[in-house]
């Protein structure tokens, strides 16, 4: 592969990224360093950018003008930018990803920007590189994206909308490679756990990859005669592969959940149906999940989600009896139906606070619909 490492100027934030440019796509794949020791132009730019902005504070101050983020208004949640330009939309892959194919379906005319992590992604918003992130959450068949669940704590974005894709995967190889000749198929987890059971019949051994596309590229790009991958359709065709299958997905109806993550929050409407995602951790004791979930039982609010992740910073507490024993301490991520704008929304969340050790408000967007 022709690889080249440059530095890019991207026109809309004027900010630099590092990136990896590849003979197969122009779109450069947005790689956030992990160690700010080696001082790239990338983060030297983000410092003095940094430098700006608290200059910009301070004359904010001196102007006795308080600056408060902006709420997003429902137009600039669609296409295009306040000054007309394309909306930059992260999604952590390779093109021929399902992540592509999500932020292409949340925005038609944006311009998909890769990225290489999950991680990668959040940081793109938060830098101001990319407008939105459209990271996958959940899937029918797969379960929770527990990372994404994680970071969603660690970042500081919101949750402006989702998106429902169908994913129907591909068993895809190089032209003239039949079935009989794999022994090994790559891919990413989630996709191969969806694809469990036929990869088993077939008799397949299994590799994990980033995501989807990037198997199909390294099948190509290495001319692999014993090795397919798991792939869209979309992804054998950019990569000039082989479709050996369609649809091997254990169930027809697969379909992953993907967030719409921004700077700035949407402002709730009540005029189509939303749904609204917090996350939320308790102290320890009989009934106090049930008094939780009761806030809004009471209230006729539908849950659609519960997920629970370890706390990271303080996962074991020891148990009040004093006999050495130990909890685990989680947190708990709940989505509800009903919008923020709505009384008993906000009632159910003031009531929750009364005994929550910790609470915050993910987003509330409007239900993708477009599935149902
Ligand atoms: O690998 C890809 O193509 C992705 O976009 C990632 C991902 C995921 O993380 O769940 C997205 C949709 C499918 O469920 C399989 C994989």
């Known amino acids: 592969m022709a690889t080249a490492t440059s530095i890019v100027r991207s026109p809309a934030a004027l900010l630099f990224a590092k990136v990896t440019v590849s003979d197969h796509k122009p779109t450069p794949t947005i790689q956030i360093s992990r160690f700010p020791s080696k001082r790239s132009c990338f983060t030297a730019l983000l410092s003095s950018l940094h430098h700006d902005n608290n200059n910009d504070d301070n004359n904010n101050n001196n102007n006795n003008v308080i600056s408060h983020p902006k709420p997003l208004s429902s137009s600039q949640l669609f296409n295009s930018v306040s000054n007309g330009s394309r909306l930059r939309v992260a999604y952590q892959g390779v093109r021929?990803?399902?992540?592509?194919?999500?932020?292409?379906?949340?925005?038609?005319?944006?311009?998909?920007?890769?990225?290489?992590?999950?991680?990668?992604?959040?940081?793109?918003?938060?830098?101001?590189?990319v407008d939105r992130a459209v990271l996958p959450i959940e899937n029918s068949l797969g379960g929770s994206i527990h990372r994404n669940y994680d970071l969603?704590?660690?970042?500081?974005?919101?949750?402006?909308?989702?998106?429902?894709?169908?994913?129907?995967?591909?068993?895809?190889?190089?032209?003239?490679?039949?079935?009989?000749?794999?022994?090994?198929?790559?891919?990413h987890p989630q996709a191969l756990a969806?694809?469990?059971?036929?990869?088993?019949?077939?008799?397949?051994?299994?590799?994990?990859?980033?995501?989807?596309?990037?198997?199909?590229?390294?099948?190509?790009?290495?001319?692999?005669?014993?090795?397919?991958?798991?792939?869209?359709?979309?992804?054998a065709k950019i990569y000039g592969l082989n479709i050996l299958a369609q649809n091997?997905?254990?169930?027809?109806?697969?379909?992953?959940?993907?967030l719409i993550l921004a700077r700035e929050p949407i402002i709730p409407g009540i005029q189509n149906p939303f749904k609204t995602s917090i996350v939320f951790s308790l102290e320890e004791g009989p009934g106090v999940l049930f008094k939780a979930l009761a806030v809004f039982a009471l209230r006729q609010i539908n849950l659609t989600k519960i997920e629970s992740r370890p706390l990271r910073n303080q996962p074991l507490r020891a148990a009040d009896d004093n006999n050495g024993s130990k909890y685990f301490d989680y947190l708990f991520y709940v989505d509800f139906e009903a919008s923020m704008a709505e009384?008993?929304?906000?009632?159910?969340?003031?009531?929750?606070?009364e005994f929550a050790t910790f609470l915050r408000v993910l987003g509330s967007y409007p239900v993708d619909t477009t599935m149902m």
Do not use: M
């Open 96 to 129: 021929g990803a399902y992540s592509e194919a999500a932020a292409e379906k949340a925005y038609p005319n944006c311009e998909a920007v890769p990225c290489d992590q999950f991680d990668s992604a959040f940081q793109a918003v938060e830098k101001w590189l």
């Open 343 to 353: 009384e008993r929304a906000q009632n159910a969340l003031r009531h929750l606070k």
């Open 194 to 235: 969806q694809c469990e059971n036929t990869l088993t019949k077939i008799g397949l051994s299994r590799e994990a990859v980033d995501d989807t596309a990037l198997a199909a590229k390294h099948v190509a790009l290495h001319k692999l005669k014993d090795t397919g991958a798991v792939a869209s359709s979309s992804a």
């Open 152 to 187: 969603l704590l660690r970042h500081s974005l919101h949750i402006v909308g989702e998106v429902k894709l169908a994913v129907q995967h591909c068993l895809v190889a190089n032209h003239g490679v039949q079935l009989e000749d794999l022994s090994r198929v790559l891919s």
């Open 248 to 258: 091997i997905q254990d169930d027809c109806d697969n379909v992953t959940r993907f």
